[in-house]
């Protein structure tokens, strides 16, 4: 399967895992009550956080809202064909149509999500426009699509001849195993702060690839894929869907931060219960969490290894390799 090479770890992020930080932004250096941690920051799953995570700086560097900032990020990849994962050029399900799945949510908690929407590019702009512009939060499928054409959004092709090439060949097996490491990463998770100190969270995928019709991960549901509080902080997640939300994923790292974990220790501690619960198969599982304390601290956790996140600050913009349960 062709996969954009991947940028190596070891050059980007130095010697060393690093589990949190400090940045100290100058000019637009902000001290919250608590600490003296710095915003604005953005993290976000993956290589392809890289990209995103400069979207999203262009804004909080110039005094946008972190839900613009997450907005505006996860579109570079989502609008990216090679990102076979998210958006455009998004592996199909397995009767070979593009169904995307987003959601975000601010610290203030409100939220939107779109689950199994198709032909449009940006879901996560879909998404905010059902928390801004609908009484509801979730909509799905053929309403979901309705909707984004009444707001103007465009009908768009999202097969890519390379995503469709990887379903034919698919299809001669058929075999559903889903493999997510370096090389098949699937969701954008991006957490952000502004230079206000307010969060904002978005979540982003084509979902597992060669999916049964209809089938939905955690991306888009609040409290799995993406969950974010102002009182405490915000955590996204990558990887097996239906595994984060068995343990309603991110909402348990938030509210481990709220009771005193770090957002490493509470990205682990939901990882430990991700393997608790599958140990029998824990080979064939990864999930991976990334979360940010409203102060800036920020950490992540992974089942196996090969899952990475990208950070960026005034001062450092940095592809950090997550720490891991098993090897
Ligand atoms: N984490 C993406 C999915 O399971 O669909």
């Known amino acids: 399967m062709n996969r954009k090479s991947f940028i190596k770890l070891a050059g980007i992020a130095g010697a060393g895992i690093v589990s949190n930080s400090i940045s100290l932004l100058g000019e637009n250096k902000k001290k919250t009550s608590k600490s003296n941690h710095s915003v604005p920051i953005v993290i976000s799953t993956w290589n392809m956080g890289l990209g995103a995570n400069e979207g999203a700086w262009k804004v909080l560097s110039s005094g946008g ?24 050029g998004g592996f199909p399900d397995r009767e070979g149509r593009v169904t995307l799945d987003a959601c975000v949510m ?13 032909n449009i590019v940006h879901p ?15 909509l799905t499928g053929e309403g979901a699509l309705q909707f ?3 707001q103007g959004f465009k009908k768009e092709n999202l097969l890519t001849p390379e995503s469709e090439k990887a379903w034919k060949d698919w299809l001669k097996k058929s075999e559903y195993k889903p493999i997510i490491n370096i090389e098949n990463h699937d969701t954008i998770g991006m957490l952000a702060i502004d230079q206000a100190g307010k969060l904002a969270g978005a979540c982003t995928t084509s979902g597992m690839a060669f999916k049964m019709r ?3 991960g955690d991306s888009p549901i609040i409290g799995a894929g993406l969950f974010v509080d102002e009182e405490v902080g915000g955590a996204t997640a990558t990887g097996h869907g239906e595994e984060v939300i068995r343990i309603a994923g991110s909402h348990l790292v938030v509210e481990l931060m709220r009771h005193g ?3 490493e220790a509470a990205c682990k501690e939901a990882v430990d219960r991700v393997y608790k619960r599958q140990k029998h198969r824990i080979k064939d599982i990864q999930v991976g969490f990334i979360a940010v304390s409203k102060e800036g601290e920020y950490g992540a956790y992974c089942v196996h290894k090969g899952f990475s996140y990208a950070v960026k600050t005034a001062q450092k913009t940095e592809l950090i390799p997550g720490k891991y349960l098993i090897d």
């Open 148 to 150: 984004a054409l009444q």
């Open 124 to 138: 996560v702009s879909v998404a905010r426009a059902v928390m801004e512009k609908t009484p509801h939060v979730i």
């Open 106 to 118: 601010r610290g203030d908690g409100a939220c939107g999500a779109v689950l199994a929407l198709e």
């Open 214 to 216: 209809g089938r939905i």
């Open 261 to 263: 974990k770090s957002p």
């Open 65 to 88: 809202d972190a839900l613009t900032a997450v907005e505006q990020g996860v579109w570079i990849p989502e609008a990216d064909p090679k990102e076979m994962t998210v958006g455009l």
